[in-house]
């Protein structure tokens, strides 16, 4: 009998992790191949998963369940016999652990290579060196661990495992060539190990093509201007233009952002900028903004982080948001925000606003190989409660959940 239904499509490393959690637990898991966006926005879709996005899983009692991690530890945690999750609460949480470094540093870069590569998101070279290094810093926190350890935790095969084979297999099929992956020896040793288990049944292709060099962006060909008839030497010396080899090339136009096809706004981000850095915020910056911002041609937005249950102390949360931060480089130029670890160690949560271009998230903080981990809604200020919100955040004056303010980050 089945276990329900899983919504994506099986090449998808955040899909697959979960069908080999269910074929390691002896069960079996209907996939629903379903394409993002095509049929995550359609109405039916929407009703039971209001986030719009796959993976998602229904079980046949109708209980629902979004977003990938979770998924993967629930298939695991339906069969007590493999231990998927880990024999003692500290397995456990070292299980929940590799997940977040393999999730945070591979499996998001990877996937957004595809999508920069692919054009689903405007290409910046700052964007792609960033996902690489975030690939390379990954795959290098393995293979130190893997040099004294079969495994990411303990003796056998757990959800780490799984989730960490089924983002190596896309990286290694789509992007990371021989060079890269004789660097990382241990790493390719240990993901033969697991694909190769009898109880994975063979979910992991064990004969999969890996990528015959690193993956690299292809600009799109542009068509090539109809020729005309070359202009008479007289007009050439009327208009001041030599000829032949001295004639006057015209430089070629780099590609824009499509943000900044937009129609212009009156609201000038950068001096926001500077008016939020060097005044008092009850008493000059929020009045400053509420004048001159434009609605029009910029949105505001919060973000919460989805694993506060994962976050310790409070400077390693700060630490995590400093790096998201850091990874929104590609962007910069769209966004100013701000975002407060709020608690205490082992009690604290993150929260943060931004400021950006258009009236949607997706161009600008998707530069961020780690936005999956936050969960991101518009702002209204029409609304007291938000508005609120909106302004104890620039005055590092907010709570959140109960939890006073104990640290902060700008994004300027």
């Known amino acids: 009998m089945s276990i329900g239904k899983l919504y994506g499509q099986p090449t998808n490393p955040r899909v697959l992790r979960s069908i080999a959690a ?33 993976p998602a899983f229904e079980g046949p009692d109708g209980f629902l369940l979004s977003e990938s991690r979770a998924i993967v530890e629930y298939i695991s945690s339906l069969s007590d016999n493999t231990k998927l999750l880990g024999t003692d609460k500290e397995t456990r949480a070292l299980v929940t652990q590799w997940i977040n470094i393999v999730d945070t540093m591979i499996t998001d870069a990877a996937i ?22 975030n690939i390379h810093r990954g795959l290098k926190i393995m293979e130190d661990h893997l040099h004294r350890n079969t495994y990411l935790v303990g003796h056998n095969v757990t959800a780490a495992d799984l989730v960490a084979v089924t983002a190596l297999v896309f990286a290694y099929s789509y992007y990371l060539g021989p060079a890269t ?32 060099e690193d993956g690299k962006y292809t600009p799109p060909k542009k ?41 212009p706004s009156s609201f000038n981000l950068n001096e926001w900028k500077v008016v939020y850095s060097n005044k008092d915020p009850r008493k000059e910056s929020i009045p400053w903004f509420y004048e001159h911002f434009d609605p029009e041609g910029w949105s505001i937005w919060r973000f919460d982080f989805k694993y506060n249950d994962e976050l310790t102390h409070v400077f390693m949360s700060s630490n995590q948001i400093g790096g998201f931060f850091t990874r929104l480089e590609a962007t910069r130029k769209y966004v100013m925000g701000t975002a407060g ?17 258009g009236h949607d998230w997706k161009p600008v903080l998707s530069a961020a190989p780690d936005i999956d981990s936050y969960e991101v809604t518009p702002l209204d200020l029409n609304k007291p409660e938000e508005k609120k919100f909106f302004e104890d955040m620039l005055a590092w004056e907010a709570s959140v959940d109960g939890k006073e303010w104990a640290d902060q980050k700008d994004l300027k």
Do not use: C, M
Request: charged letters at 25%; proline letters at 9%.
């Open 112 to 133: 957004n290579l595809y999508l920069l590569y692919s054009g689903k998101i405007p290409y910046t070279k700052l964007a792609d060196t960033a996902n690489w290094d």
């Open 223 to 263: 068509e090539k201007p109809a020729k005309t008839e070359a202009p008479k030497k007289e007009a050439a010396a009327a208009a001041g233009g030599g000829a032949g080899e001295n004639a006057p090339v015209p430089k070629e136009e780099k590609p824009k952002n499509p943000l900044d096809a937009l129609p």
């Open 22 to 54: 269910a074929k390691v637990n002896g069960l079996e898991v209907e996939v629903v191949e379903t394409a993002p966006v095509a049929d995550t926005h359609k109405p039916e879709f929407l009703a039971k998963f209001p986030t719009g996005k796959v």
């Open 341 to 357: 670890v709020f608690g205490k160690a082992n009690d604290n949560v993150i929260a943060g606003i931004v400021v950006l271009r």
């Open 181 to 212: 992956r004789e660097k990382y020896p241990n790493v390719l040793r240990y993901y033969t190990t697991v694909i190769n288990q009898r109880a994975l049944g063979g979910v992991v292709p064990v004969d999969a093509k890996f990528a015959a």
